[in-house]
């Protein structure tokens, strides 16, 4: 059996924060999988955390495979970075197009890598620490992400070498962490190449879902200069120096973003059921179904499955539905009316009976009761409109309002 060396994962313990090695993984060439173990020495140490309790419960002596991924586990795909990430790191390591997707994390830092694992070549865990730019380097990072994008020479050399040295984080578009204080926050700059100010329609989604009353991760957007700008998400992911665990809404579902589409797995009522097995209470259900109805409401129609998350609160010791990201309302004044998970099954439409047939999976006691919350959340998603979108362009504010009251329609019908 021919196999690569073993790449030994790491986990940053959810009760004290030390870092130990959760387990190991290796490709196996003839089995043309990737197989995963945890490690013996967390067994005797009296560790049991699960690194993904639905595709890798914590079993001794026993090797999973990875059926997706060409062989990378769900957990481990969504510790690596996506096309933005892999771009850098393609340059960088001279990776070919078609290089496996364990290859990517191998290659990225763990400096800055989603959630609470890490990997390295030694069996005993170690994760250096690098410093993430600061709050007042927000600007100046901004640009080199954007010189970053187009291949123009840096703004800053030393801010591009660290950015090439350290992408890890998923998502298509530029992006970089930046501490300030004790948070740290994700920084997507506005590109040159985008249609309308994609920041800052993610900044006002992001603030109207949270005056609507939805967990949605605090957003702050920063003017640049002459019409650029950034806007940056506080991460969920960290607490100071601690790092919580995460898992995507894909390695729930049991499917590959990106690599499938429009899947039967995607799905709003399925992901809710899973969040209730692997222990999340019940709110968290109903928060989901309310997101499924703002980014309706919005426009929302990049609702991806790797665009939801879950987080391991160490407060709670139990898994989470994580605060609501990258929900951006689509510019296109032609959109249809759909979004991209299913909201009941088969149906991706936005209407009421669509958004109601399932509602019971996500924990409401019947449809009466799921129609009142419905009208509710309507109400408060219509009155916070005006608060929220005061800082879009005139022709932004109206073409939102305009779908707004498109969309309320259908879903009071
Ligand atoms: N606030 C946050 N806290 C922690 N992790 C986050 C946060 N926002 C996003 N992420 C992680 O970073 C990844 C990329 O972020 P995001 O989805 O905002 O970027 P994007 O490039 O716009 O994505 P897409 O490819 O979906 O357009 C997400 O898939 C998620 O794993
Ligand atoms: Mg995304």
Known sequence: MTTSKPLFVYLQRPDNGEWVTVGRYRFDETLRTGLFRYAPSYAEAGLAWSIDPVNLPFRIDHDWGAPRYRGLHDALRDACPDAW????????????????????????????????????RTPKASVAHIASPRLPQLAVLAQELVALSQHA????????????????????????????????????????????????????????????????????????????GAVRVRRFDRQGERRLM???????????????????????PRLAEELRMIG??????????????????????????RNHAVVFQPQENRWRLSPAFDVVPNPDADLLPVLSMQVSIGRTDICRDA?????????????????????NLLHKIEHSFVTAAHELTEALRELMAVRMRRNLDRLRA
């Open 246 to 268: 995460t898992l995507s809404g894909a390695t729930l579902l049991q499917t590959e973003y990106p690599g499938q589409t429009a899947a039967a797995q995607w799905s709003y």
């Open 85 to 120: 990430g892999r771009a850098l790191l393609r340059r960088q390591h001279h990776l070919p197009d078609e290089a496996a997707d364990w290859r990517f994390l191998e290659a990225s830092s763990n400096a800055e890598r989603w959630g609470a694992l890490a990997v390295g």
């Open 280 to 305: 999340a209470p019940d709110q968290d259900r109903i928060e989901l179904f309310g997101r499924m109805v703002f980014n309706a409401v919005c426009g929302n129609d990049d609702d991806h499955p």
């Open 153 to 228: 020479p840096p703004v800053d050399a030393k801010l591009r070498q660290r950015l090439v040295a350290t992408p890890s984080m998923g998502g298509a578009r530029p992006k970089a962490t930046i501490r300030d204080g004790h948070d740290y926050w994700l920084v997507k700059p506005y590109l040159p190449s985008d249609l309308a100010n994609i920041p800052l329609l993610e900044h006002v989604a992001q603030t109207w879902g949270r005056l609507a009353g939805l967990n949605c991760a605090h957003t702050i957007y920063h003017p640049i200069g002459s019409g650029l």
């Open 355 to 375: 958004v109601l047939a399932d509602a019971v999976r996500f924990g409401f006691d019947n449809r009466e009761a799921a129609s009142a919350f419905l009208d």
